[in-house]
Structure formats: C-alpha cells, structure tokens
C-alpha cells in the first residue's frame, strides 16, 4: 500500500478506513473483509463477498484472505519472541 500514491497517508488512517477520504470503495472493503476476518467472534458474511465480487476476481479474494491469514500469523508469532509493532495496527474498541 505505501508504493501507491497516498501510502503513507492510508497506513496512517488505516484504524479509521471507514471514515478516512483517503480510501477508494474497493479499499474500504478489503479493510472490512481484514476486519471480519480477524475479530474473534466476526464472521465474513455472503453479502460482503458479494461486494468484494464487485472489485476483486476470485483470485484476489484468495489472495487477500491469504494476506489477511498471514498477517494474522505474525501478530501470534511475533508476541513471543518480542517483536515489538510499529505503530501501523490499532486494534478497534468492541
């Protein structure tokens, strides 16, 4: 994301993509299939795959449930070996 033109700016509002200008539609759904994908207790609904058919073929759904699978691995794997986060990831009050 920060090779495109406004990176920088997206992963500073990342914990507010649903309010933040900065993300196109295609954009602000990704960041809800992460969401639902990551809270305990969310489920990934027919109907939001349903609106990401509408930007994202089935391969870059795959893609993206990899990549969100991925980063989900690394928030586990770094808390015991004391991988400290960067700022990046703000994790939304329930």
């Not at 495109?4 to 954009?27: L, Y």
């Amino acid at each position: 994301m920060q090779a495109e033109k406004g990176g920088e700016e997206k992963m500073q509002n990342v914990a507010r993509w649903r309010d933040a200008p900065v993300f196109s539609e295609a954009e602000r759904l990704a960041l809800e299939f992460a969401e639902k994908a990551t809270i305990t207790g969310q489920r990934v609904e027919p109907e939001l795959i349903t609106r990401l058919k509408q930007h994202f073929d089935d391969a870059q759904i795959v893609e993206l449930s990899a990549a969100v699978a991925l980063e989900n691995f690394r928030s586990k794997f770094n808390v015991p070996l004391g991988v400290e986060a960067q700022g990046f990831c703000i994790v939304p009050a329930r």
